[in-house]
């Protein structure tokens, strides 16, 4: 069945660090790829989002390309900020209109 | 423009009692799905109701129930409660029921079941 695999956690950086999360995905046909952020004590809040193979999604300096090639939805930042710590989901959005999350991963940033 | 709403934003049961959470779907959207969120968990798929009929369930039992009604939206419902069922339950909407339809995430609903 369909499922997506992120990094683990916790990531910790300092402030102004380069950010990679990693998210590979299995699916059958061709799925969204969305990430999602969780801050502490709320609910999960759209990142970015792609609909088709070499789609980049971006938004608040967040990037991340759709690879078709590699079932790949990686996340990246150049520059991070204190106040980017959150929990981050890779999700994918299956056919059936569900939506199919990773297990989180935890990014720390210190100043 | 109004998010997602959900209520109670707490919520404390005992073993074998039942709950009713709620949900309110951002305007303009007809499709509401339900997650469950276990401590430090992805959340997991629950069931989608799509202008008022079920349309897809994930692997839980029938003691999950939900409803939405003509103003979209939407009721949870746990039967039974189990110590298990103790999440956060999150509830969001979208524009339609397919898999490129994005889906908006109210602020959840926490469930403690003792």
């Known amino acids: 069945g369909d499922s997506v695999t992120q990094m683990e956690g916790p990531v910790t950086l300092s402030e102004e660090a380069f950010l990679t999360i990693n998210c590979t995905y299995t699916?059958?046909?061709?799925?969204?790829l969305f990430w999602y952020v969780q801050y502490p004590g709320e609910g999960l809040q759209l990142l970015l989002k792609?609909?088709?193979?070499?789609d980049k999604g971006s938004n608040k300096g967040f990037e991340a390309t759709y690879r078709k090639e590699t079932t790949s939805f990686h996340l990246e930042k150049g520059s991070v900020q204190v106040s980017d710590s959150a929990v981050y989901f890779c999700a994918l959005g299956a056919w059936t209109g569900k939506l199919i999350f990773g297990q989180g991963t935890t990014l720390q940033v210190k100043p | 423009e109004t998010g997602v709403t959900q209520s109670p934003t707490h919520l404390i049961k005992t073993r074998g009692q039942q709950v009713t959470l709620r949900c309110s779907s951002q305007?303009?959207?007809?499709?509401v799905s339900w997650y469950q969120q276990a401590l430090g968990q992805g959340p997991q798929f629950i069931f989608q109701?799509?202008?008022?009929?079920?349309?897809g369930r994930g692997n839980f039992p029938p003691r999950f129930s939900g409803l939405q009604f003509p103003n979209y939206s939407s009721e949870l419902n746990v039967n039974a409660l189990e110590l298990d069922d103790s999440a956060l339950y999150l509830c969001?909407?979208?524009?339609?029921?397919?898999?490129?339809?994005?889906?908006?995430f109210g602020p959840g609903t926490r469930l403690t079941v003792l």
């Open positions: 699916a059958t046909g061709y799925p969204s």
């Open positions: 109701y799509y202008r008022e009929e079920e349309n």
């Open positions: 969001a909407s979208s524009s339609g029921q397919r898999g490129t339809d994005t889906q908006y």
């Open positions: 305007s303009g959207h007809n499709t």
């Open positions: 792609a609909t088709k193979a070499d």
